[in-house]
């Protein structure tokens, strides 16, 4: 099993940044891949970023592709999402996910989430 801890949310100006992180406890980090979906008021929870175990390979949402990086440290067990050119239709809780061994794009994929953290971006 693994328990999933996101950080970084915020309040921030269309055009702006942030970084999103996800610390994950438990054994065997690098076993799972890691995802991260986000959910606005009224939306379906909606697939943003995906990483394999290694962190070699990579998967993004056609509404994010070049604006958001996910990336992996299996020594520090963490996987962070960095938000670049923010804009207000990416406000949403954005929760992080795991599932063992290969990535999804489909959120009932995966078994294991955080509690979300709040990005807010003012336009």
């Known amino acids: 099993q693994v328990q999933l801890v996101e950080s970084g949310g915020g309040l921030v100006q269309a055009g702006g940044s942030l970084r999103l992180s996800c610390a994950a406890s438990?054994?065997?980090?690098?076993?799972?891949?890691m995802a991260w979906f986000r959910q606005a008021p009224g939306k379906e929870r909606e697939f943003v970023s995906a990483i394999n175990m290694s962190g070699g390979s990579t998967s993004y949402a056609d509404s994010v592709k070049g604006r958001f990086t996910i990336s992996r440290d299996n020594v520090k067990n963490t996987v962070g999402l960095q938000m670049n050119s923010l804009m207000a239709d990416d406000t949403a809780v954005y929760y992080c996910?795991?599932?063992?061994?290969?990535?999804?794009?489909?959120?009932?994929?995966?078994?294991?989430w955080g509690q979300g953290t709040q990005v807010t971006v003012s336009s």
């Open positions: 438990g054994r065997l980090f690098s076993v799972y891949a």
């Open positions: 996910a795991a599932r063992p061994l290969v990535y999804s794009r489909t959120s009932q994929d995966y078994a294991y």
